[in-house]
């Protein structure tokens, strides 16, 4: 009984620290007149804490109560470190407006790396630093695919169409669809289905996600059934694009029925990473 007392103690000790690690640079991730964050809209931006916290979710029952523990000359560093960053953030940004984006990036990267310091052991962080380096590497990738959706935004705009027709035929709505300026009208509400509302940042995010847990099971020595992978990735994928066309269409509906600044303002900012996490 006492064995299992303290295995439920680490366990919520872990749950915890996750908990106050995300919650706290939500926070400041959000902060954009502190640390001149550029757009907080895009996933793109979040993908190095989502991993992260998509790590400690996947592999938290192998973690030991030496990965939970940290001294109190960590926390003073992290801390010390993590206010050094946020006073000199705004010199880096005001240097060149074409590298932002990436500045932002190693910014968010050493935010994270700081509250991971702070909360968790010297052990944790040499024990998994190969995921940590999987992390970083894959939240790179998806700061430099964000060029890429220039070009693939526009045919998953147009592919969304086809589901809005049919939601829209189906409630028997007042509608119209610009294929040219990728404008929609419902009712008196016009919106623009551009690059973040045509599903391919959304798609991508969740597919580098995928990829993080196939890389740290590997370098963890976890069996992983291909098969089912591949099923769950394919289907996963389909779910997530056709959901997009939900989340558009919720927001046409809100904005039609409802209220424009509604729509546009706080239910666009918030429906789609609500999806996500749920989905």
């Given at each position: ?24 640079a ?84 050493f ?34 695919m964000t ?90 994928a ?19 029925y ?9 239910f ?12």
């Amino acid at each position: 009984k006492k064995k299992l007392k303290l295995e439920y103690q680490k366990k919520r000790h872990v749950y915890n620290n996750a908990v106050y690690l995300c919650i706290t640079a939500f926070i400041l991730l959000s902060l954009r007149g502190s640390i001149y964050v550029i757009d907080v809209s895009s996933s793109s931006k979040y993908i190095v804490g989502a991993l992260f916290a998509l790590f400690i979710f996947f592999f938290k029952n192998q973690f030991s109560n030496k990965d939970i523990k940290s001294t109190f000359q960590q926390k003073i560093i992290s801390l010390s470190a993590l206010l050094i960053l946020l006073l000199i953030s705004p010199i880096f940004f005001n240097l060149n407006s074409v590298l932002n984006v990436y500045v932002e990036y190693i910014i968010r990267a050493f935010i994270l790396l700081f509250f991971i310091f702070y909360f968790f052991s010297l052990s944790f962080l040499k024990k998994y630093r190969f995921a940590f380096l999987y992390i970083f590497i894959l939240s790179a990738l998806s700061i430099v695919m964000t060029y890429v959706y220039d070009d693939l935004w526009p045919y998953f705009s147009r592919w969304s169409f086809n589901g809005l027709i049919f939601l829209f035929e189906l409630f028997n709505l007042d509608y119209s669809i610009d294929h040219s300026t990728f404008v929609v009208r419902l009712k008196e509400f016009y919106a623009g289905v551009g690059a973040p509302c045509s599903g391919v940042t959304s798609l991508s995010t969740y597919f580098i996600m995928i990829w993080f847990f196939v890389f740290s099971a590997q370098s963890l020595n976890l069996n992983i059934n291909k098969k089912k992978l591949l099923v769950y990735l394919v289907s996963g994928a389909v779910s997530l694009y056709l959901l997009n066309i939900v989340r558009v269409f919720l927001i046409l509906v809100v904005g039609a029925y409802i209220s424009q600044e509604i729509a546009i303002g706080i239910f666009h900012s918030t429906i789609g990473s609500f999806f996500f996490v749920i989905f």
